[in-house]
């Protein structure tokens, strides 16, 4: 009888210590949206990044850059709505380059953004 009440709490013990790593599925209301930037990694010429610094209406900003060759990136905004500021050309010995004034409507979870050129 003692062995079948140490075999129960011991039971107990390991059940309790599952349910507590037990990964629970995230109910929060947040949708995540995100901006995918894409521009013809072809025309890139000399090695640099392409930064990208917009601010939606209510004033919060997003700051990316990525390598010119990947051809993309993605990044996640916190909502939707029109996001305007600047894409540029940007390298570690001489800092930004040509710089493009830009606006994007943000109008689904999931926006894609064919840039006209290659900073």
């Known amino acids: 009888m003692r062995l079948l009440s140490c075999a129960t709490v011991a039971w107990l013990v ?4 599952f349910a507590a790593c ?4 995230d109910t929060s209301t947040d949708v995540q949206i995100q901006l995918i930037a894409v521009w013809d990694a ?6 640099h990044r392409v930064a990208f610094a917009l601010e ?5 900003t997003v700051s ?3 390598p010119c060759d990947a051809g993309t990136l993605v990044f996640d905004v ?10 540029y050309a940007w390298t570690l010995d001489a800092g930004s380059g ?6 994007i ?3 689904a979870s999931i926006t894609r953004w064919d840039l006209p050129r290659v900073p």
């Open 105 to 107: 409507d943000v109008e």
């Open 78 to 87: 916190p909502r939707l709505g029109t996001y305007s500021g600047q894409v």
């Open 22 to 25: 037990v990964d629970l599925p």
């Open 64 to 66: 990316r850059s990525a």
């Open 56 to 60: 939606d209406d209510a004033g919060d």
């Open 42 to 47: 072809s025309g890139c010429g000399p090695p």
């Open 98 to 103: 040509t710089t493009d004034d830009v606006s």
């Open 14 to 17: 390991v059940s309790i210590a």
